[in-house]
């Protein structure tokens, strides 16, 4: 997929900007299912649901940019989570995934708010560009890296 140029410069008006995003998952439990969940609560589905070989988990995704001219970015679609200053991305661990059969059921808060303006003009103007991050695998207790990301500051835009 390539990145929507919107007929709006970003920061005005209500059009809607399609972004793509990339999680790197660094090398995560092995045997563990892993993916990106749509919908909260108990009413979820697990997307891109891949189990770890030990190496790096890739997930790709869009959300779409609500162009508006307040301080902050405010995504919106499928898989975005949470209150629009405080959008984050949930990776599905183990049961939470719905693998059968594992010790482990967690996810994993991979926070959207460190995301600046300047980093969406420049995806904005290279089709082939996403807001990427990468994220350890592996927590301090061994086992597959679970919580919030720790302020989400590794956001980078990939060419």
């Known amino acids: 997929m390539k990145n929507a140029k919107a007929s709006e410069s970003l920061g005005s008006g209500s059009t809607l900007v399609e972004i793509m995003f990339q999680i790197r998952l660094e ?9 990106i969940q749509q919908g909260s609560g108990s009413n979820y589905v697990t997307l891109q ?4 070989t030990g190496e790096d988990l890739v997930f790709d995704f869009v959300l779409n940019l609500k162009s508006q001219t307040g301080e902050f970015p405010i995504f919106v679609g ?6 629009p200053q405080e959008r984050f991305v ?5 049961t939470a995934a719905g693998q059968l059969g594992t ?3 967690r996810r994993l808060k991979v926070p959207l708010k460190s995301i600046t303006w300047e980093m969406l003009r420049q995806v904005q103007t290279d089709a082939q560009a996403v807001l990427e991050i990468t994220v350890p ?7 597959p890296t679970c919580g919030s990301v ?5 956001w980078k835009v990939k060419a």
């Open 90 to 94: 949930y990776i599905d661990i183990g």
């Open 49 to 52: 649901k891949q189990r770890s």
């Open 137 to 143: 695998g592996v927590g301090k207790d061994g086992g």
């Open 27 to 35: 090398k995560p439990t092995a045997g563990v299912d892993f993916g």
């Open 150 to 154: 720790k302020g989400g500051e590794s």
């Open 78 to 83: 499928a898989v975005a989570q949470g209150s």
């Open 103 to 105: 010790i482990w059921s």
